[in-house]
């Protein structure tokens, strides 16, 4: 079966790093891009970060430049997000997502983040 | 990066058919035919209904179409059901490998 498994989720204060992961299983994880997308609590879906392949290609929305960083690891099939810096407009469901013909084609089940003192 | 722009809602009685319009730019929509759509009900992951603006993954049923003329594209879903009341979000490639979705439309089933 394909799956999807994020974890890490949390409170966090403002500031501080977080670091979400995804585990994936059913399919050759190293032959697909891969995605975060969040949705704030009660708010619509933003695409967060794209990572290639092998990992040598990253793209990120605007408002977490320079604060988020995509990594995976093929050896273990896992994809990554490292957090820092965090603020309250962070505070979302995070989903890790497979990418196909230009979609997102599977979705993890999510894991919650809140940032707040 | 604004998000594409969807009506707040759309209702239909069982049987019927809703369309759902997804409003974008030269610079996203109605650049590239990498539009999808995506079925989200209450607490659960989003699903993929629609990719490349009219093609259906396996599994989903031909009552859900997909559509663009324009910097809109449009997502229809013919003979209702009770099961397809759900959120539903556009999502379109924006250039430079980054993507943008739709504010979201809450369909009810009357």
């Known amino acids: 079966e394909v799956q999807l498994v994020e974890s890490g989720g949390g409170l966090v204060q403002p500031g501080g790093s977080l670091r979400l992961s995804c585990a994936a299983s059913?399919?050759?994880?190293?032959?697909?891009?891969m995605r975060w997308v969040r949705q704030a609590p009660g708010k619509g879906l933003e695409w967060v970060a794209n990572?290639?392949?092998?990992?040598?290609?990253?793209y990120y929305v605007d408002s977490v430049k320079g604060r988020f960083t995509i990594s995976r690891d093929n050896a273990k099939n896992a994809l990554y997000l490292q957090m820092n810096s965090l603020r309250a407009e962070d505070t979302a469901v995070y989903y890790c997502?497979?990418?196909?013909?230009?979609?997102?084609?599977?979705w993890g089940q999510g894991t919650m983040v809140t940032v707040s003192s | 990066q604004s998000a594409l722009t969807q009506p707040p809602s759309a209702s239909g009685s069982p049987g019927q058919s809703v369309t759902i319009s997804c409003t974008g730019t030269?610079?996203?929509?109605?650049?590239?035919?990498?539009v999808s759509w995506y079925q989200q009900h209450p607490g659960k992951a989003p699903k993929l209904m629609i990719y490349?603006?009219?093609k259906r993954p396996s599994g989903v049923p031909d009552r859900f179409s997909g559509s663009k003329s324009g910097n809109t594209a449009s997502l229809t879903v013919s003979g209702l059901q009770a099961e397809d009341e759900a959120d539903y979000y556009c999502?379109?490639?924006?250039?430079?490998?980054?993507?943008?979705f739709g504010t979201g439309t809450k369909v009810t089933v009357l």
């Open positions: 997502a497979r990418a196909s013909f230009w979609a997102f084609d599977i």
């Open positions: 059913g399919f050759r994880f190293s032959t697909y891009w």
């Open positions: 990572i290639d392949e092998d990992g040598s290609e990253k």
């Open positions: 030269s610079s996203d929509v109605g650049g590239y035919n990498y």
């Open positions: 490349e603006v009219t």
């Open positions: 999502n379109s490639h924006a250039g430079s490998n980054n993507f943008v």
